[in-house]
Structure formats: structure tokens, C-alpha cells
């Protein structure tokens, strides 16, 4: 029997009127509710609005002296970090300047290790870190955002290595 021929697909009208066209849409259309449904969790499990795999990023600079690790997407008030790696000679003072938008759009709520010396470079701030015998300085920011919408950052080190960062608030 085809499932076109089921009386219960047929539309009726003893003991309550039904209209099976109207309710095979609305079925549908649920089925369509459900799949999105489901979509969705399955990209915010993923990372698209906080953190997970969509929402972890690394840059690099072309030369390998710099490496900045961040977080693509944020919620409006949450706290992440940003860390960057720098490479420079060993136990001597690395500039790295960040500029744009990260200080419009974020917080800077604690930077560890804390810089040697910090000042304000137009809309941005430098930063002077110590590195290791091996040449290396790490430097992990903790921002809170304080903002909506897409924010744009350039991480330079005073080598010329330089980065460009995209993150988005959402509310």
C-alpha cells in the first residue's frame, strides 16, 4: 500500500475537520525547526559564539619572530586571553606594539608577566619584555570585551614582524 493511499493522510471532516495538506506543511516545516535547531547547538559547540575549534585562532608573522594565539568570537563581557610570542636575542628587552581597535572594544584586565615598561603609542600601547636564555618572551593578556561587533588589531614587534587579528562581540 503507498503511503498516499493511508487513510490517515486523507483529509477529514467526522469527528474534527482536518486539512492533511496544511498539516503535512506544518510538519515540515517543523522538520525544517529541528534540523536548525540542531545545526545551531552543534556550531556553538563547535566555537562559532564563544570558545571551541571555530573560534580558536593563530596568527604568525612571515619571519616566525612573532605568534599571537586568540580567541575569533566573544561574548559581550566575558574574559580571554591573548598571548603572544615573541622572539628576540637572549636576556634583552622586546618591544611589541598593539594597535587598532583591541583597546576600543576590550578591557586589558592583567598582562603577565608584567612589561618591563609600558607607554601609549596613538590609539594602541608598547610594551617592553625581558626574554629567556633562549630568546623567547610570552606574554599573556586577559581582556575582557566590552563591546559588539567586529574588532580589528595589528600585533608589531620592534623587528618589523607584524600581525593582523579579526575578532568579533557578539552581545
Known amino acids: 500500500m503507498a503511503q498516499s493511499d493511508h487513510s490517515d493522510l486523507h483529509s477529514r471532516h467526522y469527528p474534527v475537520d482536518e486539512d492533511m495538506a496544511l498539516q503535512r506543511r506544518v510538519w515540515r516545516f517543523e522538520r525544517v525547526g529541528w534540523y536548525t535547531l540542531v545545526l545551531l547547538i552543534g556550531l556553538t559547540l563547535a566555537g562559532l559564539f564563544s570558545r571551541g575549534p571555530l573560534s580558536n585562532a593563530e596568527r604568525h608573522s612571515a619571519d616566525g619572530q612573532l605568534r599571537v594565539e586568540y580567541q575569533r ?76 561587533g567586529r574588532f580589528a588589531t595589528r600585533v608589531t614587534s620592534a623587528s618589523g614582524a607584524s600581525v593582523q587579528l579579526s575578532q568579533f562581540i557578539y552581545p
Open 73 to 148: 568570537f566573544m561574548r559581550n563581557g566575558a574574559s580571554d586571553a591573548l598571548i603572544i610570542h615573541l622572539q628576540g636575542k637572549p636576556g634583552e628587552p622586546i618591544e611589541v606594539a598593539i594597535n587598532g581597535q583591541l583597546l576600543q572594544g576590550f578591557n586589558v584586565e592583567m598582562l603577565q608577566p608584567q612589561p618591563l615598561k609600558a607607554s601609549t603609542a596613538g590609539e594602541g600601547v608598547r610594551l617592553w619584555l625581558l626574554s629567556d636564555t633562549d630568546g623567547r618572551a610570552a606574554l599573556h593578556v586577559t581582556l575582557r570585551s566590552d563591546g559588539v
